[in-house]
Protein backbone atom coordinates (compact mmCIF):
# COMPACT_ATOMS: atom_id res chain seq x y z
CA UNK A 1 0.00 0.00 0.00
CA UNK A 2 1.21 3.33 -1.13
CA UNK A 3 1.95 5.78 1.84
CA UNK A 4 -0.57 9.05 1.73
CA UNK A 5 1.63 11.20 2.35
CA UNK A 6 6.03 10.99 3.20
CA UNK A 7 8.11 13.71 4.07
CA UNK A 8 12.03 12.78 4.53
CA UNK A 9 14.88 15.44 5.54
CA UNK A 10 18.42 13.66 4.74
CA UNK A 11 21.65 14.54 6.09
CA UNK A 12 24.62 12.71 4.83
CA UNK A 13 28.18 13.21 5.92
CA UNK A 14 30.34 11.71 2.96
CA UNK A 15 33.39 11.89 4.20
CA UNK A 16 32.62 10.25 7.81
CA UNK A 17 30.51 7.99 5.99
CA UNK A 18 27.51 9.11 8.52
CA UNK A 19 23.60 9.44 7.97
CA UNK A 20 20.78 10.68 9.32
CA UNK A 21 17.60 10.60 7.95
CA UNK A 22 14.08 11.70 9.16
CA UNK A 23 10.29 10.60 7.96
CA UNK A 24 7.16 11.71 9.03
CA UNK A 25 4.67 9.52 6.76
CA UNK A 26 0.42 9.06 6.66
CA UNK A 27 -0.82 5.26 6.22
CA UNK A 28 -2.86 4.94 2.89
CA UNK A 29 -6.61 4.54 3.23
CA UNK A 30 -6.26 0.99 2.08
CA UNK A 31 -3.87 0.36 4.78
CA UNK A 32 -3.93 -2.82 7.10
CA UNK A 33 -1.53 -0.79 9.70
CA UNK A 34 1.91 -1.43 10.38
CA UNK A 35 3.67 -3.56 12.80
CA UNK A 36 7.78 -2.85 12.82
CA UNK A 37 8.09 -5.61 15.42
CA UNK A 38 6.86 -8.44 13.23
CA UNK A 39 7.53 -6.66 9.76
CA UNK A 40 10.42 -6.02 7.44
CA UNK A 41 11.45 -2.43 7.32
CA UNK A 42 13.54 -1.53 4.34
CA UNK A 43 15.12 1.84 3.54
CA UNK A 44 17.33 2.94 0.37
CA UNK A 45 19.22 6.16 -0.49
CA UNK A 46 19.70 6.46 -3.73
CA UNK A 47 21.79 9.86 -6.04
CA UNK A 48 24.42 10.85 -8.01
CA UNK A 49 26.29 7.46 -8.75
CA UNK A 50 25.44 5.87 -5.89
CA UNK A 51 23.17 4.42 -3.29
CA UNK A 52 23.06 2.54 -0.26
CA UNK A 53 20.12 0.22 1.45
CA UNK A 54 19.44 -1.76 4.47
CA UNK A 55 16.87 -3.87 5.01
CA UNK A 56 16.02 -4.60 8.90
CA UNK A 57 14.45 -7.89 9.55
CA UNK A 58 11.08 -8.56 10.99
CA UNK A 59 11.46 -9.13 14.61
CA UNK A 60 14.19 -6.42 15.32
CA UNK A 61 12.25 -3.41 16.50
CA UNK A 62 11.20 -3.60 20.24
CA UNK A 63 8.02 -1.71 21.03
CA UNK A 64 8.43 0.53 24.71
CA UNK A 65 5.46 1.35 27.01
CA UNK A 66 4.91 4.34 25.23
CA UNK A 67 4.27 3.06 21.68
CA UNK A 68 7.37 3.64 19.90
CA UNK A 69 9.21 1.10 18.18
CA UNK A 70 13.36 0.83 18.50
CA UNK A 71 16.15 -0.45 16.60
CA UNK A 72 19.73 -0.90 17.43
CA UNK A 73 22.56 -2.83 15.87
CA UNK A 74 24.71 -3.71 13.09
CA UNK A 75 24.02 -4.76 9.95
CA UNK A 76 25.90 -5.60 7.00
CA UNK A 77 28.89 -3.53 9.16
CA UNK A 78 26.47 -0.48 9.02
CA UNK A 79 26.07 0.60 12.57
CA UNK A 80 22.40 2.24 13.24
CA UNK A 81 19.62 3.41 15.58
CA UNK A 82 15.87 3.69 14.46
CA UNK A 83 12.91 4.61 16.36
CA UNK A 84 9.52 4.90 14.59
CA UNK A 85 6.75 6.54 16.54
CA UNK A 86 2.84 7.04 16.07
CA UNK A 87 2.26 10.71 15.87
CA UNK A 88 -1.85 11.08 15.53
CA UNK A 89 -4.39 8.94 13.84
CA UNK A 90 -2.13 7.04 10.95
CA UNK A 91 0.89 9.28 10.74
CA UNK A 92 4.19 8.22 11.98
CA UNK A 93 7.73 9.53 12.46
CA UNK A 94 10.81 7.56 11.19
CA UNK A 95 14.52 8.31 12.18
CA UNK A 96 17.71 6.58 11.64
CA UNK A 97 21.01 7.40 12.22
CA UNK A 98 24.09 5.43 10.89
CA UNK A 99 27.81 5.29 10.57
CA UNK A 100 29.89 2.89 8.00
CA UNK A 101 28.53 3.54 5.22
CA UNK A 102 30.20 4.60 1.56
CA UNK A 103 28.54 7.80 0.21
CA UNK A 104 31.55 9.04 -1.89
CA UNK A 105 29.42 9.11 -4.76
CA UNK A 106 26.07 10.42 -3.52
CA UNK A 107 24.77 13.31 -4.63
CA UNK A 108 21.68 15.53 -4.96
CA UNK A 109 18.98 14.91 -5.10
CA UNK A 110 18.35 12.35 -3.54
CA UNK A 111 15.76 9.92 -3.67
CA UNK A 112 14.53 7.64 -0.62
CA UNK A 113 12.59 4.67 -0.39
CA UNK A 114 10.79 3.36 2.25
CA UNK A 115 8.95 0.32 3.24
CA UNK A 116 7.31 -1.24 6.88
CA UNK A 117 5.72 -4.74 5.47
CA UNK A 118 3.30 -3.53 2.79
CA UNK A 119 2.97 0.16 3.18
CA UNK A 120 5.66 2.28 1.10
CA UNK A 121 6.57 5.48 -0.12
CA UNK A 122 9.28 7.30 -1.99
CA UNK A 123 10.51 10.78 -2.34
CA UNK A 124 12.89 13.16 -4.47
CA UNK A 125 14.98 15.23 -1.74
CA UNK A 126 17.78 17.91 -1.48
CA UNK A 127 19.92 16.32 0.94
CA UNK A 128 21.90 18.47 3.11
CA UNK A 129 25.67 16.45 1.88
CA UNK A 130 28.74 17.73 4.08
Known amino acids: QPF ?8 LDIEDGEFELMFTFTLGAGSNGIDPAAETVSLQVSGGKAAFSVTIPAGSFKKDKSGQFMFQGTINKVRMAASIRP ?34 GSRSVRAKIE
Do not use: C, H, M, W
Open 4 to 11: ADLKADVD
Open 87 to 120: LRGNTFQFEIEGERVDLKRVANPVTVDLAIGDDS
